[in-house]
């Protein structure tokens, strides 16, 4: 533990001004760029249904959009994965492991 | 007369910032997901927007998904601090470098 | 008649597979292969003998046997094939001959005395025959060269056949080794004559293209060949001389002659066998062999004549000082091929083939005789443990006596018509236009005293005197198989002059110049009246008689056998009576110089230990540290700098996040730049 | 019938791999026959015609269409004419023997053992035969692999280091020779639409070559022939490039030296007498001098170094550098003897040094030692291995009717008129290598094989089983064969099928590009 390089902390709020300068370069971006003029949805109503609709490939929408039930099915997929792996991950490990468990399998320590 | 789409731009831009300057600066587990929420969320914001500029629903019903994809991160995101308190006492992301080399 | 030449294959092929009998079934025959090598030898004999009538009644023949390597693509073919003349059928009989005695002598010296590996023993020795009897029936250089390696392979076998002895295996290195050496410069000559000429052929009848041949049409201006950018003469003698260095390797002439004392560390009738008549013989037989291509070149024919004068008194002091038996007869031996180098060189071609003969008849038996009396002392070589063998083995010593006298070169004994040939044939041609020839002639006319008082102190320390020591009272008795063997040679030893009475000829008129004659009528462009007209046209000999033919002659061996009888008293007046003493010490400093050898092995083995394994011994250190350390400093400059890199990956995610925000906003600066975003 | 080779080994080794570790080396002997009785039958039929790079009709001719590159069509095209014929026979008969050496030492993983010498048998045989270059780059590079484990796994002390170092450095040199012949291949622009080694071969002799980027086309030539050169080096090896090769051979199990020694090593002179010299023979012409040069100091340096070891292996190992600089010198004299003793050499020292491997292997099997200075006069104990090893010493030696003889002189004929400058002499420095082979051979020997017994392990020293010694014999009577029938054999096959190598005038001036003649 003692051998492995730190960082000090105080070079780690200087590395912050990075995201600052970031920022500053993009506002450049977006406000010298053109975007001229765009349409909205002004006029049109149900445009939370329409998102309803768009989910399940439903055509009742009156909003233009593309089906998107494959990807709810992922979504859902994944969903339930990282819940499944969440508890796991989560769950303590065998109670007789758990009070000799000072040095891991993979090598840490503590 | 509706927003120009620049302001959306400039509020995305800011909120990515900050959960990007928290990355960098923040040393805690725990800081790290919710700066990882933060710039999810301006990246939605962009969804948003564009979705409005362009008169289509996609970009909203992505930023929906997106949300999604969040909460499984943060699911197993926590997950992961959990087992890494047990293992290094600690939420201190630097001190987790045993994959390393 | 001509049809008998199909068989001559038969007398290499008959040993080779008394070889293959000895080796494979030697265990199960009753006397372990010596039978089968005796049966093969004497096919061996009384085909050569059938080959020598035949090519007597005018049948010279060559043919091509199997093609090696050959074909429309091929730029030259690669041939075997066989070349019967005069010379080749001579030196047949010779071979065979000799080998058929040392195979009968073996069954007494090695059966009888219950030597193990007899199969291995026989079969070394049918496959020794075999390759000397293809050389010497080989019809082109490559051919040649390539028995010449085999009898070299064999050599070294038979030297080593006691291999667990550490003695025997060391010698069979060294001769290998040393004639490896000289053979290197005669493989590059072979390249050279094919690179040169495109054939290797030495001629004979029905031969359009030899390379002597060609040669001589190339001086002429008749023929173009390929001489590599020199003048015609100057590759050739080039040539001669690469080949040369094989001759001296195998026929050990100095420098290469330090492997043949250590040679006798082999059974003595493998001694006899190889290391005085017919492998040693090699070399020299080749030089006559392509004497139509030598002489053509004075150079080589001087460098020729003066590595034979200089072998011949160098080797010759040398034997004066051993104390065994056969190290005096190695040193002979080397002597003696000197004088036959000697004879070729100085352009007495019949004399050394002449010499050649009378030398392996009286050398055999003398090696022969010394095994039988290294059998009588239980193989005790020493000299001064013996003295009075006489009584106890007369056949021996009349034997060895006969073999004396011809070697210390006494008339009427045969070794006296040789050496006196040869040294007259080189007197006058060097009293001709080549005065060099007259400096190698002193030194072959001062080893002839040498020659006759090494003989004579070997056979009074053997046989005379009284015994000195117990094994040399009661010796152990030899059978018919030694005794038969050395009574052949014996007889032969002496009248074998008969062949070759050149003075008495000269003298009488009559024509008993039987070799001469026999010589001369060799098929076209390999007979000596073609090598006479190219020594005279070419080469520029010629013969000059201050005294007048005869008178020259015969003074010309007045001294020589004066010399002879000279040393041979000194040595009778030394070591004569029953309890002869050393008198090397009187030679104080000089004794220690020629016990040594002129520390001519001590030079060699320094070249090969202390300078070539040195030079290995650093090129391995450059090689290990540099060659190989670059390769290794890659390697570990490579595995620094991956070390080195890999730190840029800190495992922490800050960092990572830092990097890829600057590189997103350096990315996005860039772009903006170069699109003008920002105007 | 290639295919069915190569199938039959791929098979082999997948099955070897499956078996249990007690019938694994029976089965892989019993497999491995298979192989060698196609190739013996295949060189019994062989009726191939001329080089089968530049027009010439190959014996047991595939191709089929396989893939598309770019605009560059690969096929699966396999055939063998004179030049690989003989090394697929001697590919398939030293893997027979090598499994038979093999039984002795490897005592452990068997299966695994023999699964990977079958493999490496399968990529050999497609190195040899393939006609596509990126067929033959796959073959090429797939012999590495159970190399590298051979050594890696079943190695002595060091085998690590010895492993990895064979690997990236034949693989580096591969690499380098890849992008040396890609700039070919683009060189060669719109003449060829694949990757078709005779079609590239001869459009590269017909002139077909033009320039690439800044680059004229002599230089791309000149640039391809050297890169390829240096990848093909290393794996001869050619001095300086053979440091790999001590360390792999001492460290590596015997069968696998067998096969380094006898078959791996002819795949580098194989390649560069297929690409550098058939491709681009008026570069090779022009770079005469200092191949030759790399060459002769190949053998002599080789040797030298083989004269300082008192390992027995390294000691083969670096007389193996020594032999493979007959094979550069004889290829860059383009002679008919030359180039054709130079293929010759391959297979007679493929046949010699696996030889001399394998009696040192049975040797080291029953002293477990390979120092010179540990054991003395094991004649007395072993006399059959003992004899091989005289035989296989003086095959070394070039001693004639043994085929090292033949190999070594057709080179020393074809190099001494050779038409680049100073060939005689390069001949003549490079024939010296016979004295000093035989030098440290002979001493070798006679501190090893003869004297009184002695030895300084205290193993008992008998003689060797019947499976070790069957190897050593069989491989010299194929020496002797070879070396007295060299034409009918092989030599006639090979001459035909390098004469077309030699360029002509104008194929000489085609190699600079720039047009056709």
Known sequence: MTTRPRLHTSSTQVVGLVAFVLFGVLAAVFLTADFGSHATFEGATGITASIGYAMFNLDAGSLPSEGFLISFEIIDVILLGALAAAVMLGKRDDEEESDESVTMADGGDR | MAVSVQYYLILSAFVFCVGLFGILTRRNALLFLMSVELMLNAANINFVAFSYYHGNLTGQVFSLFTMALAAAEVAVGIGIILVLYRNFADVDVTKATTLRW | MAEITAFAPAIAVLPFVSFLVALFAGKYLPKKGALAGILAMGGSLVLSLLMLYTVATGHAHQSTLYTWVGGEAVPYELTFGILLDQLSTLMLVIVSLISFLVHVFSLGYMNDEDEGGLPRYYAELGLFSASMLGFVFADNLLMAFMFFELVGLCSYLLIGFWFREAGPPSAAKKAFLVTRFGDYFFLVGVVAVFATFGTAAFGGPGVEESFPHLAELALDGEASVNTFGFAPRTWFTIVGLLVLGGVMGKSAQFPFHTWLPDAMEGPTPVSALIHAATMVAAGVYLVARMYGFYALSPTALAVIAFVGGFTALFAATMGVVKREIKQVLAYSTISQYGYIMLALGGGGYVAGVFHLTTHAVFKALLFLGAGSVIIAMHHNENMWDMGGLKEEMPVTYYAFLSGSLALAGIVPFSGFWSKDEVLFETLIHGLGDSPLLLGAYAMGLLAVFFTGFYTFRMVLLTFHGEPRSDTARDPHGVRWKVKGPLAVLGALAAVAGVINLAPVAELTGAHIDFLHSWLFHGPEGLNGEHYEELLEGVAGYHAAYPLGETLTMLASAAVSLGLALAGAGLAVALYRGPEPVEHTDKLGALKTVLFNNYYQDEYQVWLAEGLTARVARAADTVDVSIVDGVVNFVSSLSLFTGDRLRRVQTGIVSNYAALLTLGLTLLLVAFGVMQGWFL | ?517
């Open chain 4, 1 to 517: 019938m290639l295919e069915l080779l190569v199938g039959v080994c791929l098979l082999g080794a997948f099955v070897t791999f499956a078996l249990p570790d007690e019938y694994a080396s029976e089965a892989a002997l019993g497999i491995s026959l298979v192989p060698l009785a196609v190739s013996l039958y295949m060189y019994a039929v062989f009726d191939g015609v001329g080089n089968a790079l530049l027009g010439g009709d190959p014996s047991f001719e595939t191709q089929y269409a396989w893939l598309t590159l770019g605009r560059y069509d690969v096929t699966w095209h396999m055939g063998l004419d004179g030049i690989s014929m003989p090394l697929v026979v001697l590919a398939t008969l030293l893997t027979t023997l090598a499994i038979l050496a093999s039984w002795t030492p490897i005592d452990e993983r068997q299966s695994q053992f023999y699964g990977l010498m079958l493999f490496m048998e399968a990529s050999l045989v497609g190195v040899f035969g393939a006609l596509d270059f990126l067929v033959w780059f796959v073959f090429w590079e797939a012999v590495l692999v159970p190399m590298y484990f051979l050594i890696g796994v079943w190695g002595g002390a060091r085998r690590k280091y010895a492993a990895i170092k064979f690997f990236v450095y034949t693989n580096i040199a591969s690499i380098v020779m890849f992008i040396g012949f890609f700039g070919l291949v683009f060189g060669l622009g719109d003449s060829i639409a694949s990757l078709d080694l005779p079609a590239i071969a001869q459009a590269l002799r017909a002139g077909e070559l033009g320039g690439l980027g800044l680059l004229s086309a002599s230089q791309v030539a000149t640039l391809a022939f050297v890169a390829m050169f240096l990848g093909f080096a290393v794996k001869v090896p050619v001095v300086p490039f053979h440091t790999w090769l001590p360390d792999a051979h001492v460290e590596a199990p015997t069968p696998a030296s067998v096969m380094l020694a006898g078959v791996l090593l002819k795949m580098g002179t194989y390649a560069l007498l297929r690409y550098n010299f058939t491709m681009l023979p008026g570069i090779a012409q022009s770079l005469a001098v200092p191949i030759a040069l790399l060459g002769v100091i190949s053998i002599v340096y080789g040797a030298l170094l083989a004269l300082a070891q008192s390992d027995l292996k390294r000691i083969v190992a670096y007389s193996s550098v020594s032999s493979m600089g007959y094979v550069t010198l004889g290829l860059v004299a383009y002679t008919m003897y030359g180039t054709g003793g130079a293929t010759f050499q391959m297979v007679a020292h493929g046949l010699i040094s696996g030889l001399l491997f394998a009696c040192v292997g049975v040797v080291y099997n029953t002293t477990h030692t390979r120092m010179v200075g540990d054991m003395s006069g094991l004649a007395d104990r072993m006399p059959v291995t003992v004899g091989a090893f005289v035989a296989g010493g003086f095959a070394y030696m070039g001693l004639p009717l043994m085929a090292g003889f033949a190999g070594e002189f057709f080179v020393f004929v074809g190099t001494f008129g050779a038409d680049f400058a100073g060939a005689p002499v390069f001949t003549s420095v490079g024939m010296f290598g016979i004295v000093i082979v035989a030098g440290y051979l002979l001493w070798s020997m006679q501190a090893t094989l003869f004297g009184p017994f002695e030895s300084a392990t205290d193993y008992e020293v008998s003689p060797a089983a019947v499976h070790d010694v069957v190897p050593l014999l069989v491989l010299v009577v194929f020496i002797v064969a070879l070396g007295t029938l060299p034409y009918d054999l092989a030599f006639d096959a090979i001459l035909d099928a390098t004469e077309p190598v030699l360029p002509t005038a104008g194929e000489v001036a085609a190699t600079f590009g720039g047009g056709s003649p």
